[in-house]
């Protein structure tokens, strides 16, 4: 680690003003402080000093993301050998399901980084950490069949117009990764459809494969057509869908870290899981078809729910920030994700619209709620004054 930390340093004057590649400095940075933190000190003001720093923060998020992750790619390969009927050991199942999630990762982390890299050099500031994250958390949400060249085109979308149009990472009032989804959902909906295709090998394409149903639970719900799958097969994952976001139990175990590491708030996910299962229950008393029929638990483990529950909804910048607006903001995503998939069949997957609904009505929240603390506190004090003078 000393010898790469001294090459580093020696490599470092290149790069600043008036160096060769005095352009590159802020890429430079990146990486830099990426491997190692500088030894950079406050030498005025007042600071608030911390051993983890936003880089550090991003890194436990990905961690979290990693059971999802890894999950994801071994479900990827089972579904593709048990579409073509073929019985292959646990390897194989992950060595195929690599070769498929892997180049998706590099692509969107690739096209993502270079916009980061190109607007940190246009303005000369710091590149912004918080790719780190979305780079994981776009290729989580979609479907493994999905082009590259789609996956490059979305999230290129998500980096500037979710984020670089309104300053960068912090600023941003939609999820960057949701919003990557929302572009495919809507610009090339055929890939984002209730269906998951897997790869026929045979034909060397991706198409359905014949005797196979790719359909999701959600799909089969919507349908009426199919067999849905048992509770243990949602709840453990094995059943098509996006990548991440088949197995409740993986995306809890990550949940259980993010709440471990204070990183993600415990109050927004379980507002979400409460307000799903609340609107649920609503509609099992009317119970007109056979969706709203459906036990109310069963919505927390189909489709993405889970996932955007535990590493969406707690997006730290687009969610509430006050105590009180993450209660209100996680129970109406669950609330509006319910109410989406069972009424409007057009959007089978209502997490993704309800959470970007509510990212641009968190403000308004806080809002409110700052706005209730101020005439609770001031009717507080002129009650105390009132008192006093008595």
């Not at 999701?216 to 009426?224: K, R």
């Not at 990548?243 to 927004?268: P, W």
């Not at 009317?286 to 109310?296: C, E, K, L, R, S």
């Not at 209100?328 to 995503?333: K, P, Q, V, W």
């Amino acid at each position: 680690m000393k010898a790469l930390i001294n090459l580093i340093e020696k490599l470092e004057p290149n790069f600043h003003k008036g160096g060769r590649f005095e352009k590159l400095y802020r890429t430079f940075e990146a990486f830099q402080t990426l491997l190692y933190v500088k030894g950079d000190v406050t030498r005025s003001g007042s600071h608030i000093r911390d051993a983890i720093d936003m880089k550090r923060t991003m890194f436990h998020v990905i961690i979290a993301l990693i059971p999802p992750l890894l999950f994801g790619i071994w479900n990827v390969g089972y579904q593709h050998y048990k579409a073509i009927g073929l019985e292959v050991d646990f390897i194989d199942q992950v060595i195929f399901g690599l070769t498929k999630v892997l180049p998706i990762i590099i692509v969107s982390y690739v096209s993502g980084l270079a916009v980061e890299f190109m607007f940190a050099s246009a303005r000369d500031h710091e590149v912004n950490e918080g790719f780190l994250v979305s780079g994981m958390l776009i290729p989580l949400v979609i479907p493994v069949t999905t082009p590259l060249w789609m996956v490059a085109v979305a999230t290129v979308f998500a980096v500037v117009i979710g984020k670089e149009v309104f300053g960068g990472t912090g600023m941003n009032i939609l999820n960057p990764a949701l919003l990557a989804r929302a572009f495919l959902f809507f610009a090339y909906p055929a890939y984002l459809s209730g269906e998951v295709w897997v790869y026929d090998a045979l034909q060397e394409g991706q198409q359905f494969v014949d005797g196979y149903s790719g359909a999701t639970a959600l799909a089969v719900m919507f349908s009426g057509e199919g067999n849905m799958p048992s509770d243990f097969d949602m709840f453990f994952g094995f059943i098509p869908g996006s990548i991440g976001e088949t197995s409740t139990f993986a995306i809890l175990l990550g949940a259980i870290v993010l709440v471990a590491t204070g990183i993600g708030s415990f109050k927004i996910m379980a507002s979400v899981f409460l307000g799903g299962l609340f609107m649920g229950w609503i509609l099992n008393i009317f119970a007109v078809n056979d969706f709203m029929a459906m036990p109310a638990y069963k919505h927390l483990i189909m489709g993405g729910f889970a996932f955007g529950a535990v590493y969406m909804a707690t997006d730290p910048v687009s969610a509430s920030q006050t105590n009180t607006g993450k209660y209100i903001y996680g129970i109406m995503i669950g609330v509006l994700t319910v109410l989406i998939r069972v009424l409007n069949p057009a959007y089978p997957e209502g997490m993704m619209l309800a959470i970007l609904f509510m990212n641009v009505f968190a403000p308004l929240i806080d809002h409110y709620v700052v706005e209730a603390n101020i005439k609770k506190r001031l009717k507080r004090m002129k009650k105390v004054r009132i008192q006093t003078q008595v």
